[in-house]
C-alpha cells in the first residue's frame, strides 16, 4: 500500500498559470521533503518541513512556495510557472527520531504548455 | 519543456550475472549512506544502508560497500534480473536525517 502519495500523477499547466501538487502520508512522520527532478538527473531539493518549521534551501527560486496544514498533507505552490520549471517533483516523508532513510512518493510530473 | 537532460551513466549486464555500481561521495563527514533504485515513471525506492561505523553491508540479493578512506561506495546485486532495470542513486547525510546529497546516478539495463 502506498504511504506517501502524490496527487496527481500527471499534471498539465500553461505557462504563467499557478499550479498545486499534492503530498499526503499515512506514516505520521513529522519531515516532509520536496524534491524536483529533471530527466537525467538527481532529485534537488527544493524545501522541507520539520513538523512546522519550514527549510527552505537557498539556492530554490521564490516561484516555489509550499504548506503544510498538517502532519499528513504537504503541498507545493508553483506561483508562475515557466517551462524550465517542467520536471518530476517528489515528495519524501522521515520520522527524524528513527533509523530509517526517507521514504518517496511515486512524484507528479509537471508539463508546462 | 524540460531542458535537455544529461546522460547517465550506463551500466549493461546479462541476465544472471553480477553488478556493480559505483559512486563517489564528496563529504568525508557524512555516516550515513543510502542506495536507491528508480524505476521509469516512479520515485526512488530504498534498497538498502549502511552507516560509516561499518564497512559492509549485505541485503537479499545486494550487497554495499563502503570505504571511507578513498570517499567510495559500491553496490554489489547478485545474480541481475530484468526486473533490477532501473536507475540507482547513492545518498549521503551527516548525522543520519536531514538532508540528502545523491550522487549522479547510474542506469541498469539488464539483457535478457
Known amino acids: 500500500d502506498a504511504m506517501v502519495i502524490q496527487n496527481p500523477r500527471y499534471q498539465v499547466t500553461q505557462f504563467g498559470k499557478p499550479v498545486?501538487?499534492?503530498c499526503s502520508q499515512t506514516l505520521n512522520h513529522n519531515v516532509m521533503?520536496?524534491?524536483q527532478q529533471k530527466s537525467s538527473q538527481a532529485p534537488?531539493?527544493?524545501f522541507h518541513y520539520y513538523d512546522k518549521d519550514f527549510n527552505n534551501e537557498a539556492d530554490t527560486p521564490d516561484n516555489f512556495q509550499s504548506r503544510r496544514p498538517n502532519t499528513s498533507f504537504c503541498f507545493l505552490d508553483i506561483r508562475s510557472p515557466g517551462l524550465g520549471d517542467a520536471a518530476m517533483y517528489l515528495c519524501a516523508t522521515e520520522a527524524s527520531d528513527s533509523n530509517q532513510p526517507q521514504h518517496f512518493g511515486d512524484?507528479?510530473?509537471l508539463s508546462i504548455l | 519543456g524540460e531542458s535537455?537532460?544529461?546522460h547517465l551513466p550506463t551500466l549493461s549486464v546479462q541476465e544472471g550475472d553480477n553488478s556493480i555500481i559505483n559512486c563517489?561521495?564528496?563529504n568525508s563527514a557524512s555516516d550515513y549512506f543510502i542506495w536507491y533504485k528508480q524505476e521509469s515513471g516512479k520515485g526512488p525506492q530504498f534498497i538498502i544502508d549502511i552507516r560509516s561505523n561499518m564497512d559492509k553491508r549485505q541485503g537479499q540479493r545486494v550487497t554495499v560497500l563502503l570505504?571511507?578512506?578513498v570517499k567510495h561506495l559500491s553496490l554489489?546485486?547478485?545474480a541481475t534480473q530484468p526486473g533490477d532495470s532501473a536507475v540507482y542513486f547513492c545518498a549521503e547525510t551527516y548525522n543520519q536525517g536531514g538532508k540528502l546529497i545523491f550522487g549522479q546516478g547510474t542506469e541498469l539495463s539488464v539483457k535478457p
Open chain 1, 20 to 22: 498545486t501538487l499534492s
Open chain 1, 33 to 35: 521533503y520536496w524534491y
Open chain 1, 44 to 46: 534537488k531539493l527544493l
Open chain 1, 107 to 109: 512524484g507528479t510530473r
Open chain 2, 4 to 6: 535537455v537532460g544529461l
Open chain 2, 24 to 26: 563517489a561521495y564528496s
Open chain 2, 67 to 69: 570505504n571511507k578512506t
Open chain 2, 76 to 78: 554489489q546485486i547478485a
